[in-house]
């Protein structure tokens, strides 16, 4: 279904001038913006709404709404009306966000307020709850208002029965954020895995916020042994996918990871890495490599530890 008045275009188009990232790709939040919501089934109950600056997935259970994210704050007026259109939403029982960033985040107050669990990473629980400083920015995001908080927050994982769904929950450690997340409906076998997956756009690592290339190359290992044929895993940006574009991309991450550790280690500058063809010959071509390159390096300066005898 596409939600396609005049009236609401305008209103989206008016929002894409103020769509404000955090980290995380503002070019593929631009890219999306100006396109209407769109509501996508993934199963019976479930449905994903693109279009809201990230993606948002609704499960519609006997208990109410679940939620995975509430897309950026300039879209929570079309995204809470395109909620109303769904089943089971009279409530919205609970939202879980899969991490930190203003693209996941931007409907939690609203949705807080009207009474709604809010399940998030203690990482995630922190950043909103506190001011944290953007380097790329030089400024400091504020702490959201108190009804945007998670009102439960975990450091490993747990699982939750709505509505007669199992639902699971847990940390995939450094992968983009220091507060990722998957949360997998089984009954269903989707996985809702936030930016720690990346078949559309660059993937991010927002190394100043915890992500590094090593810690993304174990979750989408985590992913790939935690999954089977018919699982489905839907990103932050872009439509769901299966195990092979996972697999596609383990491989791809797998690369840059081995490649990046011994250009660094040689005492490359993320420029020289990419003059000595550090993105040559990948199953995919960057938008902006040295973004990626440059995010890569600075994640692994902070966990390097081991210096070799023949460092330069
Ligand atoms: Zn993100």
């Given at each position: 279904m596409k939600v396609a008045s005049q009236q609401r275009r305008a209103i989206l188009r008016a929002a894409v001038g103020g769509v404000v990232g955090a980290t995380c790709s503002t070019l593929a939040n631009s890219a999306i913006a100006a396109e209407p919501l769109t509501i996508t089934p993934l199963a019976n109950d479930i449905n994903l709404i693109s279009g809201a600056g990230g993606n948002v997935v609704v499960v519609s259970t006997a208990d109410g709404q679940v939620m995975v994210d509430s897309g950026a704050a300039e879209f929570s007026d079309v995204l809470l009306e395109t909620l109303r259109?769904?089943?089971?939403?009279?409530?919205?029982?609970t939202l879980f966000n899969t991490h930190w960033h203003k693209a996941q985040i931007g409907s939690n107050a609203n949705i807080g307020q009207s009474g709604a669990r809010i399940i998030a990473h203690e990482k995630t629980r922190l950043h909103l709850a506190t001011d944290f400083y953007l380097p790329d920015q030089d400024r400091y995001e504020l702490a959201q208002p108190?009804?945007?908080?998670?009102t439960e927050s975990f450091f490993t994982g747990g699982e939750t029965v709505i509505g007669g769904q199992q639902i699971t929950y847990g940390h995939l450690l450094e992968?983009?954020?220091?507060g990722d997340i998957f949360v997998r409906f089984s009954h269903a076998n989707v996985l809702v895995v936030g930016d720690v997956i990346s078949p559309e756009v660059d993937p991010v690592l927002d190394w100043f916020g915890g992500g590094w290339i090593g810690g993304r190359v174990d979750a989408l290992e985590f992913l790939l042994n935690n999954s089977d044929d018919s699982t489905r895993f839907v990103p932050s940006v872009g439509p769901a996918v299966g195990r092979a574009e996972v697999q596609t991309e383990y491989e791809l991450m797998s690369t840059l990871f081995e490649r990046l550790v011994e250009l660094i280690r040689q005492g490359n500058r993320p420029e020289d890495s990419l003059a000595a063809g550090v993105?040559?010959?990948?199953s995919r071509n960057f938008h902006d490599p040295m973004k990626f390159v440059y995010a890569a390096q600075k994640s692994l300066w902070a966990h390097h530890n081991t210096l070799s005898h023949d460092i330069v």
């Open positions: 259109e769904l089943p089971s939403s009279d409530r919205i029982h108190a009804a945007a908080h998670p992968a983009h954020t220091d993105m040559d010959g990948l």
